[in-house]
């Protein structure tokens, strides 16, 4: 499949507010309660940075999600009509070696058809 030209990935200026009860209802599964209470503390406060969605499906040690999957298409097709995304949640697993898409993977995998070398806005604890 050709990928289709896109000149910018848009994105809001902050999280959406859904996506930390997505972040929380996902990290509760590997971590404590109290322990996610934390991190999703930190990850409010924590600066909005950049990497290389390449880089950061590397950290994650996760697989790409086909287009075929209807939450990766949906953010496929806000890319297309410039719609802004909102930025990605990450926590280091440093004891694993890995980094934790606590939100965001189905966007993540929609840029990456676009263009692995894109530029993922992120907070990362």
Request: hydrophobic residues 40%; proline residues 2%.
């Amino acid at each position: 499949m050709a990928k289709a030209k896109v000149k910018e990935i848009k994105w809001i200026l902050d999280v959406e507010g859904h996506d930390y009860p997505a972040a929380e209802s996902y990290l509760c599964l590997l971590y404590s309660e109290g322990r996610v209470a934390e991190m999703l503390a930190r990850l409010r406060s924590a600066a909005t940075v950049q990497y290389q969605a390449k880089d950061i499906f590397r950290a994650s040690q996760l697989s790409l999600l086909g287009v075929s999957v209807s939450h990766v298409e949906k953010d496929r097709k806000k890319i297309q009509k410039g719609i802004g995304l909102s930025p990605l949640l990450l926590v280091r697993d440093e004891q694993n070696g890995k980094v934790v898409i606590a939100d965001g993977y189905h966007r993540l995998c929609a840029i990456y058809g676009f263009n692995e070398d894109a530029w993922i806005h992120c907070k990362i604890i």
